[in-house]
């Protein structure tokens, strides 16, 4: 069982930053995959980032390349989410997710744990 808490959201003038974090703990933080996945009302829930076990492979949407950064702190079993240039089409609810299973990737249901989320509104 792997336990997920977010944190850093909050609200944001367009242009700005923030930096979410989660922590992790449960299992060996080093042998799973992290994502970020957002939800917006009204929508999907989304892929945005992962860095994946075994080989830290990283992914990004397409939608947030250039402007988002995922990082992983495994002395602190911390995955975080570095965005910049925050639009008001970012604001959503974003989830942290994690899997046991290698290289989980860009998908929904390649994650089997997620957190409770954290608020992110962008203002104009």
């Known amino acids: 069982q792997v336990q997920l808490v977010e944190s850093g959201g909050g609200l944001v003038q367009a242009g700005g930053s923030l930096r979410l974090s989660c922590a992790a703990s449960g299992r060996p933080f080093s042998s799973y995959s992290m994502g970020w996945f957002r939800q917006a009302p009204g929508k999907e829930r989304e892929f945005v980032a992962a860095?994946?076990?075994?080989?830290?492979?990283?992914y990004y949407a397409d939608s947030v390349k250039g402007r988002f950064t995922i990082s992983r702190d495994y002395a602190k079993n911390t995955v975080y989410l570095q965005m910049n240039t925050l639009k008001p089409e970012d604001t959503a609810v974003y989830y942290c997710?994690?899997?046991?299973?290698?290289?989980?990737?860009?998908?929904?249901?390649?994650?089997?744990?997620w957190g409770q989320g954290t608020q992110v509104t962008v203002s104009s």
């Open positions: 997710a994690a899997s046991t299973k290698p290289d989980s990737g860009t998908t929904r249901t390649g994650y089997d744990y």
């Open positions: 860095k994946n076990w075994p080989a830290d492979r990283i």
